[in-house]
């Protein structure tokens, strides 16, 4: 044998036997396979049949015991307790997307259907609790199989129930640690997946789900935790939510708030890896803060909590409150719930910065010490503040106990966390390095605001909890809450050390209000609507509720009256000191003086002191800056008051009264025909300012103020419906002359609003400031969205000094349309419409361009006018220059006062005609109403 079978002696030789062996190959199998014999065949088919019989068996007794699961579950009492589930009768509130605002019920559980469940929750809960939920039949053998697995490769056994069958746990309350209990729950669930759609069965147990703190349900959590309802929930909530069943407990947000933070970033990575939400979405969601509502202090911050008011005021007032509760309606209203989060944001972001800007208020700030025990040093360790149940992280407010006041530092205690405030943590203070003892004290406990801080190599920073943790949070056994348990006990000593991977800045609560409204100009839908800084703070909504003067805000419309009569945008008018004297009081004499009307005897006394002497009415621009000649387009530019007044006199009260009724201004407020109409004395809500703005954005028809587009009942049927209904109160060319004057205010170098400009959008506004700085406006819009700021303090006190509507209120508009740019067509341009034609003229002069003129081509403009009204005068440079002089040098004659040392006002008669015919219009409007 080995001579006819050698072996090769080098690897070539090998692979050529193998290659030989592997050729001869086929033909051994041939041989083999002839040499069968005749019972091959017998023994194949007998193992055949034999794997059939096996077969319908297993078959037979699969299909008997699904029989006997339909038969012995169809049997349990609390399948048909299930079976006969209704949902609770009740009112739901809706914003126009979709989103669930508000339930309005008589009972304290709070049930929902499937559609008035947040996606997010929806997508949270399924990937961390039953990712095959929407394709098992109430028992899932691929997430049996997969916790199998998971225990052979980790060693850890981890629950395999389905939502439907926690369902069925949480309806029973059979939680007995036995097989049967198990075998009982599947035969219930695979019952209730028969009977029920995927979709009432989530909705069941998302009303029933018990999410800790006796809180069972996700409307009932989330008014709890967040203070809102279900509807305008964010995705980090809805992670938050969906991450309490497994273990309500040991998850509470409020007694574990980093387990709770951590047990949400799992749901959320949970979410990222079964594709719900994506990359961008998942790193935004992990770095937000944990806000919870302040149970102690009973502060919440529902979202649109003044809108939802108005709507339950609206419905009880209607209908009946007992009505609304019980009638299972369905309100659909016009709140866009993007808009109203960043309305909120706005409001808030805007008058903190207002107040900082006006210092620290150090007398306002609560301290751990009592009057009554002054001297008691344990209460800095002892003090627990309620602002600590929420998870200490970036973006948070939280209260913190000072225990050192150093040079230029601060160390402040956070619960079992210190951390050292360098002196650019309050800078807005203005605090001096030596001299931080003027401001904080030991034991005060000011706010602060939470950011990311930068640890570095030394910096002693609290211990971490071990790595493994996000596995225990993954068990669904009673040992990991041992472990959890022994760990805490662990770190119940840990020391206060300093952090670094925190940082604190100073923050403050403000004291002055704030309102905001933006509406849809094109349908009369309120989009937005902020009543004030905190609904907890103050029910009382100021955007519809309160009339304050409105100041400069109401200069629009006595320009848009006077371009009704056939002023332009280019006329001049002459800015200077200016008294307006009343026909009634005054009479000038022969020698051109001013005498007060009056008899001798009342003039007598007024001599004598006895009785005050009347003045003339002289109003003055902001700073007493007079620009003289000036065009009516840099007059509301730069909102010069004196312009304001002369053209309202000019053009006639009636006339501004009867332009102001068509806007629907008038109605409800107490508009006088005096000079002091031209610069807002009046008073006037937000909401009705805003609505009459937007009236400018689409060419001049005023559509009915809508907030519900309809309610719908139980069956379907509607109940009320609202259609747009607008109307045309002025005319398409003067709507655009307006606004053309109203772009000027933004885009001209001294405009008051010219920080709008940074939208890089196309928008017309105008600021508004009162006397004594004590309300502050900005109104705006653009071709798609009308919306106003209003700020002040309720008691109609300053706000502070200089604190004007371009500097308090802009900021705040700006922050809302900075938010909702994105929501917006940005290219989108007012439109010109026809009837009205466009001439070059200088900006300065407002004289007629040609290519003749030795005007600078630098200040041309492409003016708009109504053909006819369009300047005839070409434009001089010593024109020009003249207007560049002061306003009392661009004169040819004035009176000096040698004894003031000023120079005397100018002394126009107030158009008393023009004020009797507003009186009388006034008057047989109201008796025709």
Known sequence: MSEETPNPANPAEKKAVKTQSAKTQPSKKKAKKAAQPPGFVRRWTTRLVVFSVIALLGVGGGIGAALFILKTGGEYDDLKKLAAYKPAQFTRVYARNGDLIDIISSQQRIMLE????????????????????????GVSPLGILAALKDYVVSGRLRGAST???????????????????????????????????????????????????????????????????????????????????????????????????KRRNIVLYRMLDEGYITREQYDRAKKSPVELVDRKRAKTKPVAAHFVDKVRKYLFDKYGEEVVRTSRWDVHTTLDMTYQVIAEDAVRDGLKQVDKSMGYRPQDCPSVFSKDDPNNMDLLTQYYDPTWHQALQPGISIRGVIHEVGEDYLIVRIDEDRFRVQLEGFEWTKAKKGKLDKLFQLGDVPLFMVLEGEAEVGDMIRDARDESEEEVLEEDDESSEAVLADRDAESAGERLVLRA??????????????????????????????????????KFNRAEQAKRQVGSAFKPFVFGAALEKGYSLADLLFDEPTQFIDPTKFSFDEQGQLQVRASKQVRRRMNLGLIPKPQPYQPHNYYNRYQGQVTLRS???????????????????????????????DEGNDLQPYPSLALGAMEMTLADLVRAYGIYSVNGVRHEPRFIHHIMDAKGRAIEENPIRGKQVISPQNAYLVTQAMRAVVRDKKGTARRAQRLGLDVAGKTGTTDDYTDAWFIGYSTQIAAGAWVGRDLKETIARNRTGG???LPIWLRFFEGIKQELDTEAQFVMPEGLRMV????????????????SQDDMIAEVFIPGTEPTEICTQAEKERLTLPWYLQKRLYEFDKLSGRIMPEQIMIDYASQQRAVRNRRESREGT
């Not at 989530?202 to 279900?230: C, D, T």
């Not at 991977?501 to 849809?520: G, H, N, R, T, Y």
């Not at 361009?849 to 030795?854: A, I, Q, S, V």
Request: with cysteine; aromatic share 10%.
């Open 635 to 665: 007059a509301l530019a730069q909102s010069l008051n004196i312009v304001s007044v002369k053209l309202l006199n000019s053009v006639g009260y009636d006339h501004v009264l009867e332009y102001a009724e068509r806007l629907a201004i």
């Open 163 to 261: 939502l439907t069958q926690q369902l069925v746990k949480n309806i029973t309350n059979d939680r007995r640690l036995s097989g049967w209990r198990k075998i009982k729950e599947q035969f219930l669930a695979v019952q209730l997946e028969l009977r029920l759609t995927k979709q009432e069965i989530f909705a069941m147990y998302a009303n029933e789900v018990p999410l800790g703190n006796q809180q069972f349900g996700i409307e009932a959590a989330a008014r709890y935790y967040f203070g809102k309802s279900v509807g305008a929930m964010s995705l980090e909530e809805c992670a938050t939510l969906a991450g309490l069943p497994q273990a309500p407990s040991r998850f509470n947000p409020y007694k574990n708030p980093d387990l709770c933070l």
């Open 840 to 855: 070059p003229i200088d900006y300065q002069t407002g004289k007629k361009m040609t290519r003749d003129c030795d005007c």
């Open 807 to 809: 500097n308090t209120a």
């Open 501 to 538: 991977d925190l940082k604190l800045v100073l923050d403050q609560e403000p004291q002055i209000e704030a309102s905001f409204m933006a509406i849809d100009p094109h349908t009369g839908d309120m989009l937005a609507q902020v009543g004030g800084y905190d609904y907890g703070r103050s």
């Open 114 to 137: 499937y559609r008035d469940i947040p996606p997010n929750f929806v997508h949270a809960l399924v990937a961390v609790e039953d990712e095959y939920f929407f394709n098992h039949i």
